[in-house]
């Protein structure tokens, strides 16, 4: 079947805009989690739903980030207000309850 | 504090040697460990697991190691091959929590034909 699914593939926006990135996980996934990789780093744990509840956000830097999921599939991770430090390639996993997680191919952010 | 720590960050190896790609971790509660390889502009694909409760599993050319007394895994190729050649990452959970991977910074394998 289709594998993790994310868009845009690549963003630029400008520093103080708000930008929105879409996950649609594998079908039948449970949980869904949002990472982000800087330059030059690992990958950096975000947030992680089951089902549409998210019962662990720690890893949002700050409150300008914020996300959801509706109907146990898709899930957008919002950013306000961007930073230049917000510039990164954010990944997406799913996965069936707590088996491996599988990622799409990120969404490559830029802000200027 | 890095819980995950990848020390090389590259590592060069002829085609048909073994590589070998070392990870230690300081979470004695980490209980569930996966190597990914990622290929540039495309996602982490997973590549193999071990549980706490084993000490090596393989599959295929790819075996990995766990030593849990030391808190070091390896991940060994054995032969390489020039298609092995990216970036592979460690991670390591907790499968009571809520099972959210921690990565290390990656290894840049180049496999030299």
């Known amino acids: 079947g289709a594998g993790v699914s994310q868009s845009p593939s690549n963003k630029v926006t400008e520093k103080g805009k708000d930008v929105e990135l879409r996950c649609d996980p594998i079908?039948?996934?449970?949980?869904l989690y949002w990472y982000r990789q800087s330059l030059g780093q690992g990958l950096e744990f975000l947030i992680y739903?089951?089902?549409?509840?998210?019962?662990?956000k720690s890893g949002l830097p700050s409150d300008r980030f914020s996300a959801e999921r509706t109907g146990g599939s898709v899930s957008t991770l919002t950013i306000q207000r961007t930073q230049q430090e917000d510039s990164a390639v954010y990944l997406c996993?799913?996965?069936?309850?707590?088996?491996?997680?599988?990622f799409g191919p990120g969404t490559r952010l830029l802000v200027l | 504090d890095q819980q995950v720590k990848q020390n090389s960050p590259s590592l060069s190896v002829q085609e048909g040697r073994i590589s070998i790609l070392n990870c230690d971790y300081t979470?004695?509660?980490?209980?569930?460990f996966l190597w990914y390889k990622k290929y540039p502009a495309e996602g982490p694909t997973f590549l193999i697991s071990?549980?706490?409760?084993?000490d090596k599993n393989e599959d295929g050319r790819f075996t990995v190691f766990l030593n849990k007394s030391a808190k070091h895994l390896s991940l060994h190729i054995v032969p390489s091959q020039p298609g092995d050649s990216a970036v592979y990452f460690c991670?390591?959970?907790?499968?009571?929590?809520?099972?959210?991977?921690?990565f290390g910074t990656g290894t840049r394998l180049k496999v030299l034909a």
């Open positions: 991670a390591a959970s907790v499968i009571s929590g809520t099972y959210k991977y921690i």
């Open positions: 079908s039948g996934h449970t949980a």
């Open positions: 979470n004695s509660m980490f209980d569930y």
């Open positions: 739903f089951q089902g549409n509840s998210a019962p662990d």
């Open positions: 071990i549980s706490s409760i084993k």
């Open positions: 996993a799913s996965s069936f309850y707590q088996e491996t997680q599988y």
